[in-house]
């Protein structure tokens, strides 16, 4: 009875090893019949395994390198989706674990003899049970965190693999463990500190991933911000953004610096787009955004698509003798270059009065009529 239940013991901790492996792996393809051959192999891992140690009487520790811990690596590294340090992290953990869980039934059963052993048997199954019952939610976690490539799983793999190692030579060297059991004591401290490294691993994961989730998210409102701010043709801030900015400086004033508020039309646009078409006249809206952007590159400088052919420049903390040289720079190039720029272009700029009510709004409507008296001027 007593070679029976250690038996039992036994086999139960190699078949907890690989169905816990089984829930923490992330299969390569997932369905039935792959199912089906994972679950297949580990049953010939422990068949095997039983073969070697009960009938052929291998020593336990050479039949669970030779039948179990290599032939699990390699049949689960073929399943696996991963083949990189998250497999691998993956395996020792769990073969680490298995290890720890192995010494503390035999030191339990060295200590109680047959009866211990039964007791133990039984609780064997019930934790067992327990985990794969109430476990699912938190291995389900776990293999969410195996998404994450830029988590630290090499660091953590090469830790993981000198425990397994240390682990394994500690319980094996230089006489098996169950023959020198008054190191059982020193052999259960380094096991706690080896799961305490596990905890903290995965802490350190599940904030990186968190962290990661984070940086998904800045992204996606960073894209969310370009479709709603941004315009898409020319790359200009739009009409939305011009709206909170102007806004924005109605609330604060500014500080009571000056504001300038230039305004620019393109000549001719409509005749470009009917004679040439849409792609040169959208060709003709990039180039003269460029220029633009080029004129009024300064921080102090923002430039905004507010309308079809319309642009809108609002300046702060500039001068009128500021704005007239960089209008002046922009005629020189439009009127340099009528091959990018096939059209000219109608410019008017006015200043905020802050004793004025919707101040900025005031001030754009006069320089849109200085910018349409340009228009006129030219015709």
Same mark, same amino acid.
């Given at each position: 009875?007593?070679?029976?239940? $250690? ?5 139960? =901790? ?38 070697? &140690? ?34 691998? *992290? %993956? ?6 674990? %298995? ?44 293999? %969410? ?8 799983? @090499? ?12 682990? =394994? ?16 004591? &020193? ?15 995965? %802490? ?13 998210? *800045? ?14 043709? &020319? ?15 109605? @609330? ?15 000549? @001719? ?35 905004? @698509? ?27 190039? $439009? ?45």
């Amino acid at each position: 009875m007593a070679g029976l239940s $250690t038996v039992l013991i036994d086999l139960f =901790v190699i078949f907890f090893d690989l169905m816990v492996f089984t829930k923490m792996i992330v299969l390569k393809n997932e369905g039935r019949k792959w199912r089906f051959v994972m679950y297949t192999g580990c049953m010939i891992i422990i068949s095997c395994y039983f073969l070697a &140690t009960y009938v052929y009487l291998w020593p336990s520790a050479v039949a669970s390198v030779v039948f179990m811990s290599i032939p699990s690596l390699i049949f689960f590294f073929v399943l696996s989706k991963y083949k990189d340090a998250r497999f691998f *992290l %993956t395996f020792c953990f769990v073969d680490s674990v %298995t290890l720890i869980f192995a010494f503390l039934a035999r030191y339990v059963g060295i200590l109680t003899g047959n009866t211990g052993r039964i007791i133990l048997l039984f609780v064997l199954f019930v934790v067992l049970l327990m985990i794969f019952m109430i476990g699912e939610p938190y291995f389900g976690r776990y293999r %969410t965190l195996l998404e994450y490539v830029d988590a630290g799983w @090499r660091a953590m793999m090469i830790c993981s693999i000198l425990i397994y190692f240390a682990l =394994v030579f500690f319980a094996a060297y230089p006489k098996p463990m169950v023959e020198r059991i008054e190191y059982a004591p &020193t052999y259960l401290v380094f096991s706690a500190v080896v799961l305490s490294c596990y905890s903290v691993f995965i %802490t350190s994961a599940v904030k990186t991933s968190k962290i990661y989730e984070q940086s998904k998210q *800045l992204q996606k409102e960073k894209k969310w911000h370009r479709m709603a701010y941004i315009d898409a043709l &020319t790359g200009c801030f739009n009409r939305m953004a011009y709206m909170e900015k102007i806004n924005e400086i109605e @609330r604060e004033r500014m500080k009571n610096m000056p504001i300038g508020v230039l305004v620019f039309d393109l000549d @001719r646009f409509k005749e470009i787009n009917d004679t040439m078409g849409h792609n040169v006249g959208d060709h003709v809206l990039k180039a003269m955004a460029a220029l633009l952007n080029e004129i009024f590159q300064e921080d102090n400088y923002s430039l905004y @698509r507010i309308g079809g052919d319309e642009f809108a420049v609002l300046a702060v903390n500039a001068t009128e003798q500021q704005l007239l040289c960089r209008l002046q720079l922009l005629r020189c190039k $439009t009127d340099a270059d009528k091959i990018t720029l096939p059209c000219s272009l109608s410019a008017g700029y006015s200043f905020v009065d802050p004793k004025e009510n919707n101040a900025v709004e005031q001030a754009f409507i006069r320089a849109d009529r200085m910018m349409y008296s340009d228009k006129h001027s030219r015709k």
